[in-house]
């Protein structure tokens, strides 16, 4: 009797949690796998008859369709220059607090973490007055050193550069934390034999720091590429994907096709798209990883 | 590795000092404009200082437009997404402590749900809730984001390493099973609970696609949706605009520095090395 009264017990713990997930996150996998095969638009979400099961076409008609692609294209530019930019830029953040006392480092962790608590739409708008093309501070700022006026979000490509920088600037305060517990976790005595033995600073870091970061560097790689390939608020409250769709990215164009233009089951396929190329960019990145290890 | 003398110090020191004032760049001029005339604020060259310190845009945010009832709707929603993490500490307890039937398969769910990215699940989750017919209301902006499947793991993590003769004492004793959740395990359990109140809280606050989506009035509207509305019909008015990001960041950025403690502490309580 009360073997069994004990047996409801977990469930009433796990119970509402697992049922709002169920509900709200893991039906909608199921549900945009099912949609991504249909023709689903406003149309047939007030009415079900006109839904039809098309296929494989929603896959076909994306890479046919140039917008498509053009994002597919702007989402590796921010991955190729983001990744490689927030990562480096985190590490030697954290190289640097890692040199100070402890009072230093804290009040610079709380400056470099400010802009990762930060909402996005307002820094949309800060970011947006400071690359104003005629106003903006940054541009004033250059005009004082004789650089003439840049159309920061003006040009297709200096854009995503624009974009990519404030994107930094956001999001160094998570990794810049993890590289700090992991630079703090590395016994001293490592360091001292090192001096022992004569080896200069440039040996220490490549044959100590970096190694024993190792783990660490493979999570923040891992998770800021994965972030990277999700890159959508930025484009969306700045550009918009302009100009001429030249900040689009795979997300932002997944959020149009929904919720723009109430096409479900065309934007539920891209969905997967991008879902696949994020699964084989982290299973390469594990390839790499396991190589490293048996070497 | 250590530093060799204090010409290095400065160095490094010189060199975060920068740093940190290029990171603070655009807080600093957000604040400073929010002060100035809008006249001011579009004149080149730029003042630094407002020449006349003036609080009327934020008067205006709470008179003439709405941030009144955009800050209550999203204290609303900040305070239900608390609430959430309730059930996910719950939850994270039920998985880490409890044998039961059907723990692998729900645990995997849990598990799924955490690797898949949010694109994927946008479209048809507002399709549910069109379902519901909870769109446009306040339950439909709370409910897909009030349970988080990477804070059940993380807290699920931390709650297997609670002994269970601990939770067999108390239970020995007497203590019923919601007494021992609230009496015993929440208080252990304050490190990681601690951290996950301030994410959560900052981002209930911060919080912008679902109440985009699903807001149709405004008077349903949370701060960011608001500003962004702000952003778009005064395109102009960078002054009004840099005081209602002010009242955006600044709540968050005091609430950050007093706990910034436990969130540094955070990560090395997860264990990431």
Excluded: C
Excluded at chain 1, 50 to 72: A, E, H, M, P, Y
Excluded at chain 1, 90 to 99: E, M
Excluded at chain 1, 131 to 150: K, P, R
Excluded at chain 2, 82 to 90: H, P, V, W
């Amino acid at each position: 009797m009360n073997k069994k009264k004990l047996n409801l017990i977990p469930y009433i713990f796990i119970g509402p949690a697992v049922l709002l997930l169920f509900v709200f996150t893991f039906m909608p996998i199921l549900l945009a796998l099912v949609i991504s095969f249909t023709n689903l638009n406003l149309t047939g979400l007030a009415d079900f008859s006109t839904i039809d099961f098309i296929g494989f076409d929603n896959f076909v008609r994306l890479f046919q369709d140039d917008v498509f692609i053009q994002s597919i294209g702007n989402t590796l530019f921010y991955v190729i220059i983001g990744v490689p930019l927030a990562v480096g830029s985190s590490l030697i953040i954290a190289l640097l607090l890692n040199f100070v006392s402890n009072w230093l480092s804290t009040f610079f962790r709380v400056i470099f973490y400010m802009p990762s608590v930060t909402n996005i739409v307002a820094i949309a708008v800060i970011w947006g007055f400071l690359y104003n093309q005629n106003y903006g501070l940054f541009n004033y700022l250059l005009s004082v050193i004789n650089v003439g006026s840049v159309p920061w979000l003006e040009d297709p490509m200096i854009a995503k550069l624009s974009l990519i920088l404030m994107a930094v600037w956001k999001s160094n305060g998570i990794s810049m934390l993890i590289f700090l517990a992991a630079l703090r976790s590395i016994p001293t005595i490592y360091y001292e034999a090192a001096d022992i033995d004569g080896a200069n600073r440039w040996q220490k870091f490549t044959k100590i720091t970096l190694p024993s970061m190792s783990f660490a560097t493979f999570f923040v790689v891992v998770t800021t590429l994965i972030g990277w390939f999700q890159f959508f608020e930025e484009p969306f409250v700045m550009t918009d994907g302009g100009p001429l769709n030249g900040t689009n990215s795979i997300a932002l164009f997944i959020y149009q096709e929904g919720f723009q233009y109430n096409e479900f089951g065309y934007g539920a396929a891209a969905s997967f798209v991008l879902f696949v190329i994020i699964i084989i960019a982290t299973l390469i990145q594990f390839k790499f990883r396991n190589k490293d290890q048996t070497l | 590795m250590k530093l060799k003398n204090n010409f290095e110090r400065t160095v490094v020191v010189l060199l975060l000092v920068i740093g940190g004032l290029l990171v603070s760049i655009p807080f600093i001029w957000m604040i400073l404009s929010s002060f100035k005339r809008e006249i001011e604020v579009i004149s080149i060259p730029p003042t630094f200082f407002p020449v006349e310190p003036i609080f009327s845009h934020y008067i205006r945010l709470f008179t003439e437009l709405d941030f009144g009832v955009y800050l209550v709707n999203t204290l609303i929603i900040v305070f239900f997404s608390m609430f959430g993490l309730l059930l996910n500490t719950m939850a994270g307890y039920g998985f880490g402590k409890f044998h039961f039937r059907g723990k692998e398969v729900w645990f995997s769910i849990v598990l799924v749900t955490m690797m898949i990215p949010g694109q994927v699940t946008m479209i048809p989750t507002y399709l549910i809730i069109n379902g519901m017919g909870l769109t446009n209301t306040m339950p439909g902006i709370i409910l897909p984001g009030l349970i988080a499947a990477f804070n059940i793991f993380l807290i699920r993590q931390f709650m297997v390493t609670i002994p269970d003769d601990l939770i067999e004492a108390a239970r020995l004793d007497g203590a019923g099973e919601m007494r021992i959740f609230f009496r015993l395990i929440l208080p252990l359990a304050k490190p990681i609970v601690a951290v996950q109140a301030i994410l959560t809280f900052i981002a209930g606050w911060n919080s912008f696609i679902w109440p985009l989506i699903i807001a149709n009035d405004q008077s349903l509207y949370t701060l960011s949706v608001g500003l962004s509305l702000l952003k778009d019909e005064n395109a102009t008015s960078y002054a009004l605009q840099m005081a209602g990001s002010s009242i955006m960041v600044i709540p968050i950025l005091i609430i950050f520095v007093i706990f910034q403690k436990y969130i540094i502490e955070g990560f090395n309580v997860s264990g990431i090395k």
